[in-house]
């Protein structure tokens, strides 16, 4: 059997990037202490999620972040999915542009891949949350699949996941999971999260982890947490609550050819009626 051990670490994010970093380094310790092979961490896991954070913690790359999750992936030798965190690039013009990114690093320190978020979150619930992305992020504009020695993993940030058109995309370029660093917030968490992650997973016959931060009651946006890792048959493994939690599941790789085999899904498309094509 093809197995794999993953972990997600999700913990509360504060004001204070170095201590962010101090809290990420002991959450994956913790997790390879419990012999995690790949690390997820949350979306914006150095930076509070908030617009008016995103230029003040933004960081080229490489920089402090990047070089932290460089150096601890090494020592750890393991693969680790960096959440995301503010990435500022400077164009040839000197202007500033900022992208919601998730630096994916190989054990031996290198960086295998980077994922800009593709699509963004502007929205006003009728509730009185209201988040636009827009105003200080750019758009991502290529899918990141990452082919190992053991495992294919695709990478989607949050509000990524409502677009069933991506995550069948990176399906079919070979993801055996997809990662998603999400903070789905406390009014479309429990509406949403679970049921969303749960359709992605049943759809495309993968295996989902999707990794929040903790909940933070004192910064101005409000995490669901509940971090959660499901099998390709939409089963839920591993849930957190709300609060700064390790979790780690083990998973059969086997159980994908198992279960599209069952129920071919993916053979049984009509591609003569309809295709979906990356550009």
Not at 20 to 49: D, R, S, W
Request: with cysteine; charged share 25%.
């Amino acid at each position: 059997m093809m197995k794999i051990k993953l972990a997600i670490c999700q913990h509360k994010v504060v004001n204070d990037k170095k201590k962010n970093l101090i809290k990420a380094k002991k959450m994956i310790t913790q997790a390879t202490n419990k012999n995690a092979e790949l690390v997820i961490l949350p979306e914006m896991f150095n930076c509070p999620y908030d617009n008016k954070y995103f230029s003040k913690f933004a960081e080229e790359i490489p920089g402090k972040t990047s070089r932290f999750l460089a150096k601890i992936a090494k020592q750890q030798k393991i693969h680790l999915i960096g959440g995301s965190i503010p990435e500022l690039v400077i164009t040839p013009k000197g202007e500033n542009k900022l992208y919601n990114t998730s630096l994916i690093f190989g054990p031996s320190g290198k960086l295998l891949a980077k994922y800009r978020k593709l699509h963004l979150f502007d929205v006003d619930l009728n509730n009185g949350v209201t988040f636009i992305e827009s105003d200080t992020l750019d758009y991502g504009q290529q899918i990141t699949v990452i082919e190992t020695n053991k495992i294919n993993f695709g990478v989607a940030i949050c509000y990524d996941l409502r677009f069933p058109e991506l995550i069948r995309l990176i399906a079919d370029k070979g993801a055996e999971i997809i990662i998603l660093p999400g903070a789905f917030n406390t009014v479309s968490g429990p509406a949403h999260w679970e049921t969303l992650i749960t359709a992605r997973a049943i759809d495309n016959q993968v295996f989902i982890a999707g990794a929040s931060p903790a909940r933070n009651l004192k910064a101005e946006y409000h995490a669901y947490g509940h971090s959660m890792i499901l099998d390709p048959w939409g089963r839920k493994l591993k849930e957190a609550d709300s609060k700064e939690r390790v979790i780690v599941q083990e998973i059969d790789l086997t159980k994908i050819e198992k279960v599209r085999k069952e129920l071919p899904l993916l053979k049984h498309r009509r591609s003569d009626i309809y295709n979906l094509n990356e550009l």
